[in-house]
């Protein structure tokens, strides 16, 4: 079965740091591309960044540039996201999502979406 564990939320303060993970199995990893999304309260769900597992390639959306970094371990199966200087309006659900053949940020293009992780920034 396809799998998508997304970890690492939790609550902290304004210009704090977490790292969320993204845990995979069930399809061949080299052959997605792993995204990051955010949904807060009342909003659309937005891809912020992703990495293209075969070659390292990332884009971010400029919301995140310079703060975030996403990344991949290829012997784990898993794709980090370091969130640093969080503020107050990246609070949000945090879903990963696996796309085949295609790199990019669009929640409808995503094969497989892991359950989210509740991130909260205090200010």
């Known amino acids: 079965d396809v799998q998508l564990q997304a970890s690492g939320g939790g609550l902290v303060q304004a210009g704090g740091s977490l790292r969320l993970s993204c845990a995979a199995s069930?399809?061949?990893?080299?052959?997605?591309?792993i995204a990051w999304f955010h949904q807060a309260p009342g909003k659309e769900r937005e891809g912020f960044a992703v990495?293209?597992?075969?070659?390292?390639?990332?884009i971010y959306a400029d919301s995140v540039k310079g703060r975030f970094t996403i990344s991949s371990d290829r012997s784990k199966n898993t794709v980090y996201l370091q969130m640093n200087s969080l503020k107050p309006e990246d609070t949000a659900v945090y879903y990963c999502?696996?796309?085949?053949?295609?790199?990019?940020?669009?929640?409808?293009?995503?094969?497989?979406w892991g359950k989210g992780t509740l991130v909260t920034v205090s200010s």
């Open positions: 990495i293209n597992n075969s070659d390292g390639r990332t």
């Open positions: 069930g399809f061949t990893f080299d052959d997605y591309a």
């Open positions: 999502g696996a796309s085949s053949g295609v790199v990019h940020l669009a929640p409808g293009g995503v094969d497989y």
